[in-house]
């Protein structure tokens, strides 16, 4: 017992030691378990909604003059003179050309004197008539001489019908000697200068319309199918021009007329858009390029691209729970619209989904998510489209039958609200 109580101080010192030499090594070794922990990895999220999807698309075109008219010499003579500017605006009706009058003028006289003779004829004719129709009812006269009377008046009635109809020919010619423009247009330039000699038929310039002008392109078959409803009633649908330095024509559009038939050659459909050209900014033969904003795609939910995976079963996304913890869920895409894709099946409203850096998150590993609300679609000129003109719009749609053209297409692309809540 004393040997052990005569121990103690050294089993003491002993066991002191080994706490300072022991101590430190353990809490190296705690930080670097602490320096092994996995961070929580920061992801954005967004959650998604159920909407109506609509996107643009954009075709090459050429700029046409909806009409080009050749003003031409309807009688012959000399071209007298020009009445109007090469390459200004002139108004329908407005006189172009002066050809020489005084032969059509002789002519009327000479109609004129012509028509007075026959109508004096038939004057006489009349009185004849009448004088012959007495003594006929007083039995002085016989029907042979009656008959004759009647002929005679009918044939001086034909006379002035005639005359009438020569004078009137000549007056015709006459006011055609004063060319003018049969449209609201821009006057070419004079083919015939002063002084020529002209015959019926010959071109003395072109009128070309300007305002509206026309833009000509063609789209797939495809989007025909997709789109054509819309496209031909026009119903929420923005038609916008980009010049050819790539600038936005101030103007919107509207589609005039679409073609009926495929072109076999090319698989191709002519579709014509007019737009409003009263500071002649366009001129016909431009290649612009028109973009259709307002096409509806469907019902469906917008997933950016980098938020979808190739999972086990195929295109998947990652659905965060309400503890944030990521699961892979399967989808079915419809439509690709440039940065995102219509998803029509596999996602409810209010999910939320991994939008970014799923390349480094694990199914079932909890996360950090960052909230990340879809931006604003900015439009396509903030500011700068002004309403289409109403003259271009033969008719003005009230909202309900607007609606139910918007149901309508809906119904043709067969991507209702009901289908996707079906799939849903």
């Given at each position: 017992m004393h040997h052990l109580r005569s121990a103690t101080p050294v089993t003491a010192l002993i066991l002191g030691w080994l706490l300072l030499v022991l101590l430190p090594g353990c809490a190296a070794e705690s930080e670097e378990?602490?320096?092994?922990?996995?961070?929580?990895?920061?992801?954005?999220?967004?959650s998604l909604e159920n909407e109506l999807v609509s996107i643009s698309r954009t075709y090459t075109a050429r700029t046409r003059s909806p009409r080009e008219v050749e003003v031409r010499a309807r009688v012959s003579g000399v071209l007298e003179s020009r009445r109007y500017e090469e390459g200004e605006q002139i108004e329908r009706g407005a006189e172009m050309f002066r050809i020489d009058p005084s032969p059509y003028a002789v002519r009327v006289r000479s109609g004129e004197a012509s028509l007075e003779r026959a109508e004096a004829e038939r004057r006489q004719a009349e009185r004849e008539w009448e004088r012959v129709l007495g003594l006929y009812e007083d039995?002085?006269?016989?029907?042979?001489?009656?008959?004759?009377?009647?002929?005679?008046?009918?044939?001086?009635?034909?006379?002035?019908?005639?005359?009438?109809?020569?004078?009137?020919?000549?007056?015709?010619?006459?006011?055609?000697?004063?060319?003018?423009?049969?449209?609201?247009?821009?006057?070419?330039l004079e083919e015939r200068p002063e002084g020529s000699l002209l015959e019926a038929g010959d071109l003395l310039a072109t009128v070309t319309q300007l305002d509206p002008i026309r833009a000509d392109f063609a789209i797939p078959e495809a989007h025909l199918a997709t789109y054509g409803p819309q496209i031909r009633s026009g119903v929420g649908l923005t038609v916008l021009l980009?010049?050819?330095?790539?600038?936005?024509?101030?103007?919107?559009?509207?589609?005039?007329?679409?073609?009926?038939?495929?072109?076999e050659a090319t698989g191709m459909v002519e579709v014509r858009a007019l737009f409003p050209n009263r500071d002649v900014q366009l001129l016909p033969g431009q290649f612009v390029r028109v973009t259709l904003s307002g096409l509806i795609a469907g019902h469906g939910k917008r997933v950016p691209h980098a938020a979808v995976v190739e999972g086990p079963e195929g295109t998947a996304v990652f659905v965060v729970d309400d503890d944030d913890v990521p699961h892979m869920r399967p989808?079915?895409?419809?439509?690709?619209?440039?940065?995102?894709?219509?998803?029509t099946g596999g996602l409810s409203d209010g999910d939320r989904i991994v939008i970014g850096g799923v390349a480094g998150i694990e199914e079932g590993t909890g996360i950090r998510p960052l909230d990340s609300p879809r931006a604003a679609e900015e439009p396509v000129a903030p500011g700068l489209l002004p309403e289409v003109s109403t003259d271009l719009l033969d008719e003005v749609m009230d909202p309900a039958t607007e609606q139910d053209a918007v149901d309508d297409i809906l119904d043709g692309i067969g991507n209702g609200p009901d289908r996707d809540r079906a799939s849903d």
């Open positions: 378990e602490d320096e092994a922990a996995p961070e929580v990895v920061e992801v954005p999220v967004r039995n002085a006269a016989s029907g042979r001489e009656r008959d004759e009377a009647r002929s005679q008046l009918e044939l001086a009635e034909a006379e002035v019908a005639a005359a009438e109809a020569a004078l009137a020919e000549a007056r015709l010619d006459l006011d055609y000697t004063s060319v003018v423009s049969p449209l609201d247009g821009v006057g070419g980009a010049l050819p330095d790539d600038a936005l024509y101030p103007h919107q559009g509207q589609i005039d007329v679409t073609e009926v038939s495929v072109d989808i079915q895409i419809g439509m690709d619209l440039g940065e995102d894709f219509l998803v």
